[in-house]
């Protein structure tokens, strides 16, 4: 099986994050692989040891990516990708994603691409149905388990907390959600031999793209940061008067009803 | 000059991080309070290739440098120092000489269980009257035909109650100026007439497993001698050196460790209407103890870089486990002082890193020793 799986270098949202001129600061930043995507290598890399074939992990972004991408082969992959927009694309959103993908798949065979369901910085969750639609391969989101039988693979998905079972047909895009596996520690020999796994760099020029083709369809106004928590208010007395108490503050002072 | 770590040991990092925060970290509490050994993590560590960092391929080891595996303990250590320390003993005193002075055939036979992690090594040095004065050694081996007869007794031994083999230390006869000629031997555990028990109910790194040897007319093989036969003493004093890299990367790990959850403490605890993390009291703790982990770090790595570049790095070592272990204490005890009466707590850890790091300070050479060491190196 050609396999192809959708990864994103992402800042850690548990770690805290500073916002300058409009911009999420990287300095100091943690970067690791968006979390969903690491499910997506996890079941790629199960699938190609039941079935054969190869595993690929292509992301977009500068070089710093290349040590998730890394990371994605000391896990397992056999191949890793590096779409290197660094000196191209200055601003870019889902289109501009998916428009450089569409490209790099042009020409390439695949059986199953997989991705995150969302990613955990911008949480567009756009890209993989996106790209499927421009590949024209049908696709499922969010699934929590995969089994391929020929060309047929048979899928559960999260719905909302229910599960829901389809089968669709091979070549077939999925997106990973939490529960569907339990991504693995690279090991350390896995670390090693990563460095000598092939890691291609490509820019927009080998995929026959110009900056005007990418450029992006939306418009980012403005970036904040969730306002800051405050402190809570424990309220006194009797229960009715607190009840009251708090009915009418949820009322006229944090308006919600 | 370069401090930018590779790309290898950076991934190392982050995947002994995330394993030691997912794994270890729910279970530190218990593993102190029961002092059990947790064999179930170390097969994990093995299946992950940590306990064969250091070693190639070729012998079941996973191609790594002497960096790369004092990250390794340095990050285990931030969590857990009984299983730094286990760790640290199991590679650096019980894999290593093996792999510094073992022929092919005691290299494929011994080294490679313990380098893929299917068996845990130990290094018997310290005897009851012998500790730091390891010359003082009286465990004696006699050759006897084609076996060597050991008896003796070894005291304090790490994890030998869970080891397949043992290097012990023993007399082996005296050289041309009658001094004891001092070497190594490899003890498969199961061989009659050694009783290992533990027993010995520890202040700190109580999950690390502790025991008492006694060798009773023990009968192994000749070929079971590690090294040259005149040169033994060197040779577990080259092995000592690298050890220190090891503690002191353990030290370095519960130094961060102190620094983390002090910060953390001082930032959200309020007391006369602010932060304590505002009262420069508490700041000038809090500034001594990450000026002196970083400088610990910059140490440690140093002597590791020196010992991949085949250099000499004997007073290096030995700087960097008397700086980082004597830091790992005094930062474990502000960040005690910091967390005022919830630090005394084993609730909040920080109590068990000041308890685990006074073990680093002893071991694998006292920090009296340590500066003996450099001293010596001195020319003194
Ligand atoms: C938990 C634990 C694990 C251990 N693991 C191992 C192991 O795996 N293998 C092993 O072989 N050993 C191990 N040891 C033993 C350890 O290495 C010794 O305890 C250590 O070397 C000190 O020896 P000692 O306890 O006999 O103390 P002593 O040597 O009796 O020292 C007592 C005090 O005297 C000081 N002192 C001694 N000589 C001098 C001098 N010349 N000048 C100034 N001061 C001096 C020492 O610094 C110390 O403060 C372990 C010990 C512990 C507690
Ligand atoms: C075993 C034990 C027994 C105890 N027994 C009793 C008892 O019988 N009765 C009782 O009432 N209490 C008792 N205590 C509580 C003890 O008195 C408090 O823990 C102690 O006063 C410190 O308060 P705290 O723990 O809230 O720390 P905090 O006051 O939160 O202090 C945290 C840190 O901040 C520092 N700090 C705080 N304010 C300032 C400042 N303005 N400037 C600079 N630094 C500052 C402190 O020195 C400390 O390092 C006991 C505690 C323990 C652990």
């Keep these: ?113 997989l991705a995150g369901n969302v990613a955990i910085d911008q949480a567009s969750g ?42 669709a047909s091979l070549p077939l895009l999925v997106t990973c959600q939490q529960g569907l596996n339990e991504p693995r520690y690279p090991s350390l020999p896995g670390i090693m031999k990563a460095k000598k796994k092939p890691l291609e760099e490509l820019e927009l020029d080998d995929l026959d793209l110009d900056e005007d083709d990418v450029e992006p369809k939306t418009k980012t106004i403005e970036v904040f940061l969730p306002p800051a928590k405050e402190a809570g208010k424990v309220l006194e007395g009797e229960i009715d008067d607190q009840v009251k108490e708090l009915v009418s503050l949820l009322r006229n002072e944090s308006k919600v009803i | 000059m370069n401090f930018e770590l590779s790309k290898e040991q950076e991934m190392t990092r982050k995947m002994v991080r995330d394993f030691a925060e997912g794994v270890i970290q729910p279970r530190t509490i218990e593993i102190d309070t029961k002092a059990e050994f947790p064999a179930d993590i170390f097969d994990q560590m093995g299946e992950l290739g940590l306990m064969g960092i250091p070693f190639p391929e070729q012998y079941g080891g996973s191609d790594g440098d002497t960096l790369t595996y004092a990250i390794a303990v340095e990050e285990i250590g931030r969590i857990c120092g009984s299983t730094g320390l286990s760790y640290a003993a199991a590679v650096s005193l019980g894999a290593s000489p093996i792999y510094y002075f073992g022929t092919e055939e005691q290299k494929q036979k011994f080294l490679v269980p313990l380098a893929k992690g299917e068996a845990l090594g130990a290094f018997g040095l310290t005897e009851p009257n012998a500790g730091s004065d390891a010359g003082g050694t009286k465990t004696t081996a006699v050759l006897d035909g084609d076996e060597y007869v050991i008896n003796g007794e070894k005291c304090f031994i790490t994890n030998a109650s869970f080891a397949k083999t043992i290097t012990v230390t023993a007399v082996t006869g005296k050289d041309d100026r009658g001094k004891n000629i001092i070497s190594a031997i490899l003890v498969p555990t199961d061989t009659k007439g050694l009783t290992i028990t533990s027993n010995y109910d520890k202040m700190g790194v109580r999950g690390s497993d502790t025991a008492e040897i006694v060798l009773e007319d023990v009968r192994v093989p000749k070929e079971n001698l590690l090294g040259d036969p005149q040169k033994g003493f060197k040779q577990f004093l080259y092995t000592l050196d690298g050890g220190r890299i090891s503690i002191a990367a353990l030290g370095l790990g519960i130094a961060q460790a102190s620094l983390e959850k002090a910060l953390a403490y001082a930032k959200e605890r309020k007391q006369f209407g602010q932060s304590i993390s505002k009262f420069q009291a508490i700041q000038f703790k809090l500034a001594d103890i990450a000026m002196e982990v970083e400088l610990a770090r910059n140490m440690v790595y140093k002597a590791a870089w020196l010992k991949d570049q085949e250099k000499n790095f004997t007073k290096e070592a030995a700087y960097a486990k ?54 010596r190196q001195l020319g003194c």
Excluded at chain 1, 36 to 61: M, N, P, S, W
Excluded at chain 1, 75 to 100: C, H, P, R, W, Y
Excluded at chain 1, 155 to 162: F, L, M, Q
């Design chain 1, 126 to 167: 756009q890209i993989g149905p996106r790209l499927a639609e421009k590949l024209n391969i049908p696709y499922v989101t969010t699934i929590t388990n995969l089994k391929i039988d020929g060309d047929t693979a048979h899928i559960e998905r999260d719905v909302e907390g229910d599960v829901e079972k389809l089968d």
């Design chain 1, 1 to 113: 099986m050609n396999i192809y799986v959708l990864m994103k270098r992402t800042f850690d949202t548990e770690e805290k994050i500073v916002i300058s001129n409009g911009r999420i600061e990287e300095e100091g930043a943690e970067f690791i692989i968006n979390p969903y995507d690491e499910y997506a290598i996890e079941e790629a890399i199960q699938l190609r040891d039941e079935h054969g074939g190869e595993v690929t992990v292509v992301t977009i972004g500068s070089e710093d990516a290349e040590k998730q991408l890394r990371t994605a082969l000391a896990m397992g992959a056999d191949k890793a990708v590096l779409i290197n927009t660094e000196d191209d694309v200055e601003e870019s959103d889902q289109f501009t994603t998916v428009k450089i993908l569409e490209a790099f798949f042009d020409d390439k065979e695949y059986d199953l691409i």
């Design chain 2, 322 to 375: 008397l700086f980082a272990t004597e830091t790992a204490f005094r930062a474990a005890n502000q960040a005690i002082q910091i967390h005022g009466g919830y630090g005394y707590m084993r609730e909040y850890e920080v109590e068990r890193y000041l308890r685990d790091a006074k073990l680093l300070e002893i071991g694998e050479g006292t920090s009296e020793v340590q500066r003996l060491v450099i001293a």
